[in-house]
Each structure stands twice: as structure tokens, then as C-alpha cells.
């Protein structure tokens, strides 16, 4: 991953990390079915952003530019 998909992914991450803490103080009937789905599709999400970006960014560069013909 290049970097930009790193801070991408930062923001995204922290920000989650920070909501599941305080979803798990707020359950009064400690019933984690509900988080490990949350987990689940958390895992599954970050999976797929991980491989699309690698295959994009595998795709094919363009060559800069062809060399000069020598006209001596």
C-alpha cells in the first residue's frame, strides 16, 4: 500500500477502534454477538480495501517515454 492508503486507512481505523471501546463500556447486558458481528464486517472490510488497492496499484505503468532516435 502506498502511504496515502495508509492515512487513509488511519482515519478510518482510530476513529472505529475508539467507537468499538465505547460500545463496549455502553452494553449493560455484556452481549458480544452484536460486537463480533461489528468485528466481523470491520475484518472483512479492511480485507478488501487491503487487496483492491494492491491490485490497482500492481496495474501496469505506463513507459515515460521512448528514447530518441539517433540521427547521426
Known sequence: MQ???FI???LL???LIV???WVIKQ???KNYLGLVLLLIGAVI???TIVRLDSSF???KIPAAAPKPS???
Request: charge should be positive.
Open 70 to 72: 539517433s540521427f547521426r
Open 8 to 10: 487513509f486507512f488511519g
Open 3 to 5: 502511504a496515502n492508503s
Open 13 to 15: 481505523a482510530i476513529p
Open 57 to 59: 496499484v500492481k496495474e
Open 45 to 47: 472490510a479492511a480485507y
Open 27 to 29: 452494553d449493560k447486558k
Open 19 to 21: 467507537f468499538l471501546i
